[in-house]
């Protein structure tokens, strides 16, 4: 009984540049590797537009990682796995509405920062569908006090918890960010354990303490944790759909 072999390719000589590819029917072919090189986009004043962008994009892609970096104790593992381009994408439309400086010049800190506003770190867990209570947020650049100020409300009317949860607490994170140096300092806060019950919530603040006098723009988010009560203990309750952490104001220094 004869057995088929398949052929073996044999190359004699360089390949010129050429990348070596099958098709369908399984046999293999030649073509000419394509794409500009590095050296010419960096050299090419053909290219001048194209280096322009590349470098007020890679100032995007370090601002995303900054925050990202600084906000990291708060966000819920679940938002990790799309979370630096959702930054980057967003940073990218900061530094675009910087309307002082040309392409390539333009930074986070001469652009729309309040385009932040409204992120949500876990895209499968928004803030918003989550707890849906009034407040308000303010920052004492003197003292450098983050504050989040909550009404009092009904739990069981305002916040929409996991099937299993019994209580919650709500958290404040505030990072003043140096975007040019690439550096923050980050802080936050925790408010006690509430029952997920109809008794009413009295009012109350949650804050983070940040320096005194700092001149950076700062970032305030706020999140929900859930917590499931056995006995005299509670545990955190892990579901990505209900973790929420959202940027809800920017500061920006006068």
């Known amino acids: 009984m004869s057995q088929k072999k398949d052929d073996l390719l044999q190359l004699v000589g360089g390949t ?15 073509r000419k590797k394509g794409g500009v090189s590095k050296e010419r986009i ?3 004043p053909n290219f001048a537009v194209l280096r322009l962008n590349l470098q007020d994009f890679g100032k995007a892609g370090k601002a995303g990682g900054l925050i990202k970096t600084a906000f990291k104790p708060l966000i819920p593992k679940e938002a990790n796995s799309d979370l630096f381009p959702r930054l980057t994408k967003l940073c990218k439309a900061v530094i675009k509405s910087d309307l002082e400086h040309e392409r390539g010049s333009r ?3 001469f652009g729309d920062m309040n385009l932040l506003t409204g992120f949500d770190f876990n895209p499968a867990g928004v803030l918003g569908s989550t707890f849906i209570v009034p407040f308000t947020h303010s920052l004492d650049r003197v003292t450098g006090l983050a504050n989040i100020d909550l009404p009092e409300f009904i739990p069981a009317n305002m916040i929409v918890p996991p099937p299993n949860a019994t209580h919650f607490r709500m958290k404040i994170a505030a990072a003043a960010i140096n975007f040019d140096e690439g550096k923050y300092v980050f802080a936050m806060g925790i408010s006690g354990i509430q029952a997920l ?3 009413a919530t009295p009012s109350f603040t949650i804050n983070a303490q940040l320096p005194a006098n700092n001149t950076d723009p700062v970032l305030i988010a706020l999140g929900i944790e859930f917590l499931l009560q056995e006995g005299n203990f509670q545990y ?5 759909r209900f973790n929420g ?4 104001g920017v500061d920006n220094p006068a």
Do not use: C, H, W
């Open 236 to 240: 955190p309750v892990n579901n990505s």
């Open 16 to 30: 010129q540049k050429m990348a070596i590819y099958r098709k369908k029917n399984g046999t293999y072919a030649f």
């Open 245 to 248: 952490l959202q940027l809800i």
């Open 42 to 44: 960096e050299t090419d």
């Open 197 to 199: 019950d109809d008794a």
């Open 107 to 109: 930074s986070m800190k």
